[in-house]
């Protein structure tokens, strides 16, 4: 067996941690839960559930839930108001979770929303619709911002005219 000096194998140790942790997963951002991937699926749960307040549970007390481009809706009372608005307008409402993107301060979280606009007012008209919601974590664990994106000239179009069907 040949000898190997000591600081030629602490060079060969070194280098294979540096290979190793440029293939390692992405960070998880600061304060985000241990188990991201059941807190989405969770949260995607509570959307589906037409039980408002479970969808404002995810966020922190004083966190903010921003859609598109309107005014922010900050504390849990006023996001479970935004959730009640969905799901009153779509009592039929499923939201599935389309991907999941850590960044090193933030997570993205893809969704499709999709249910018939029979609520109260509503066009009867079927809607499908696929977003994204930038999530950045409070030191509790919980949401406390979130920008959602969706195309809202399509979901507009989809309200008049109904969801394009699948093939």
Known sequence: M???PPLRLLRATCIALALAACTAPE??????????ERFARDYTAAWCSQEPARVAS???PDGSL???DAEPSVGRAAITADARG????????VVAMDALEVTDDSVLYHWTLSGTNTG?????RAVEISGFE??????????????GRFDEAEYTRQLEHGAEPGP
């Open 2 to 4: 040949r000898h190997v």
């Open 27 to 36: 960070p998880m951002p600061p304060h985000a839960p241990a188990d991201l």
């Open 58 to 60: 995810f966020f922190a």
């Open 66 to 68: 921003t859609i598109n």
């Open 86 to 93: 969905f799901m009153q307008a779509f009592p039929d409402l």
């Open 120 to 124: 109260p007012g509503g066009t009867g």
């Open 134 to 147: 930038e999530w950045t974590f409070g030191a509790d664990g919980l949401i406390a911002r979130s920008q």
